[in-house]
């Protein structure tokens, strides 16, 4: 799913498709959801009843039938714009499903058996849509990955520009945070064996088929509280037009069942109404377009409050491959007996690190003859690792596990050795102490570039007034060094799975909503218990299941571009809410005096717009009311502009756009439709 794929809003399928649907829409079961166009297609019905009674009768008591015709064709286009507002953004998700669908065909899948007692592997292909969750399946150079699961045995580069538009390809490999696969991407290179992790029909791509498709779309909270809000007010204005018939008959001044409807419909919220549908749609559709596979809208949403963010240092605020830039041997070392033992503990060393180690010392390993190597893989519980041989032992690691290993063999922790750690650490580096037959011989500065532009994009999320955390498991001193260089605004060092918890625990508490990213099984906790969890598309199943968000672009910084889509949809939707309510003045001081205006000739005076007649200005009122949904379309699913500036220079900037635009241009729109239309009535 490229990004390219944000094309036109108005491309002639997906239009033809949402003209179709706008008809669809018109069954009162799916009018109902939406209260305030609901009301006004039971205008449209009272005003076919009486359009079709002033023809059948020939009786003009109520206007004329052109006038009543004119009146029953604005409303009834009125909720096909409204219907289309909606129905065109579904279509654009539509359309989206329908090119995931092209990924999930029928894939066969090398499905492995074990038989006999030896459980001997026997391999048949099989169609995808046979496998079920705990199944094996094999996938070589060329295979399409028939379904989601976790590789188990083995690593391969793996194309994934069929799901992220990106065609650059990513390698996935067993055990560790890059285990997990998706349907319908294809191996480039190499052999897996990968366990599926979803039954038939729950695999992601179905999931973001059904998500685009709108079927899983349920609308958010805010959108529920804006829903009940126009429902009050479009109660409030049933009251309203009912009480006028009675002071209208008391002032002698009859007023007809179009005047009627036609004032009700332009004083209800009808703009908003009309495109609150498709501007929490788009919210959604934004967050796809981002490559951000969201499972609920109101994910998106919560995104736009966000007050405190959680950022993996790691691959986030750092380029993630840490790399040797010196070394410093112990007092009375000799340098190139230290630099050979760093070659040598680092021989088995496949990590970035453990590279860079080697390459900065700039020799070849295998110059040196040893026999019997032993090498010592790195575990969290010894933080080292090494090489063993003849008589040798070496180690290199963080330098308290060093330490402790030197000091109980009776060894003293040279103090030289001891400055160059602290050094290390405070200028944001990491120290790996290395020894030999458990003696100290130096140590080697790892260093970890903070990314460019990371520190003005810290800001930008100040202007927002949100918080930012950096997560690292360095130790305090290395952390505050970055944290201060990076320009965030907390850390949390040394950080375990529960103290990542406990701090969004903590914020929560305290009445804070907290976004995260993580990719690691070690991630799903506190994916859980944050507001927005975004969970990598190529981390383990445990922390996609566990995050309402999943990036399929596995980008770290995504976050804030998901901030700021949620602040868009709220923007949006406020803006237009703003724009609607203040839309209803100019229509206030068109139809009321128009009216009024023959039986109380001191209403006069409310007449600014100086309209041509009473059924002109009604009708220019109703038309404005009608076309103005069709306008907005556009902005509705682009969404407003997002701009840092704090929230109250967004209030002021919103109602000097949309709240003084809102009453101007209809005073503008409905003088000049009136001026077009004044030569009829």
Known sequence: ????????????????????????KLHPKAMVKNPVMFCVEIGTLVMLIVTVSILITKDNSQGSLGYNLFVLIVLFLTILFANFAEAIAEARGKAQAESLRKTREETPAKKVFPVGELRVDE??????????KGDIFICETGDIIPTDGEIIEGLATIDESAITGESAPVIRESGGDKSSVTGGTKVLSDKIKVRVTTEPGES????????????????????????????AFTLVFIIVCVTLKPFADYAN????????????????????????????????????????????GKAVETAGDIDVLLLDKTGTITIGNRKATHFYPSKGVDEKHFIKCTILSSMSDDTPEGKSIIELAGLNPLSYVIQNPRFIKFTAETRSSGIDFENTRIRKGASDAIRNLSEKAGYIFPIDTEESVRAISSKGGTPLVVSENEKVIGVIELQDIIKTGIRERFERLRKMGIKTVMVTGDNPLTAKFIAEAAGVDDFIAEAKPEDKMNYIKKEQAAGKLVAMMGDGTNDAPALAQADVGVAMNSGTQAAKEAGNMVDLDNDPTKLIEIVEIGKQLLITRGTLTTFSIANDVAKYFAIVPALFIASIPALQGL??????????????????????????????????????????????????IYGFGGIVLPFIGIKLIDLGIGIFF
Do not use: W
């Open 1 to 24: 799913m490229s990004k390219s794929t944000n094309k036109s809003l108005f491309q002639k399928e997906l239009v033809t498709e949402a003209l179709k649907q706008s008809f669809v």
């Open 123 to 132: 391999i048949k292909v099989v169609s995808s849509s046979e496998l079920v």
């Open 204 to 231: 992601f791509l179905d999931k973001m088929i059904a998500l685009v498709e709108g079927a899983s779309r349920q609308k958010t909270p805010n959108e529920i509280a804006l829903t009940i809000l126009l429902a």
């Open 253 to 296: 001044t009859p007023i007809t069942i179009a005047a009627l409807i036609s004032l009700f419909v332009c004083l209800i919220p009808t703009t908003i109404g009309g495109l609150l549908s498709a501007i929490g749609i788009a919210g959604m559709d934004r967050a796809l377009r981002a490559n951000v596979i969201t499972k609920s």
């Open 607 to 656: 007449n600014i717009m100086n309209l041509h007649s009473p059924e002109s200005a009604i009708l220019s009122a109703v038309i404005f009311n009608a076309i103005i949904i069709p306008i907005l379309i556009p902005l509705a699913l682009r969404g407003v502009e997002y701009k840092p500036i704090g929230a109250s220079a967004l209030l002021r900037r919103n109602l000097l």
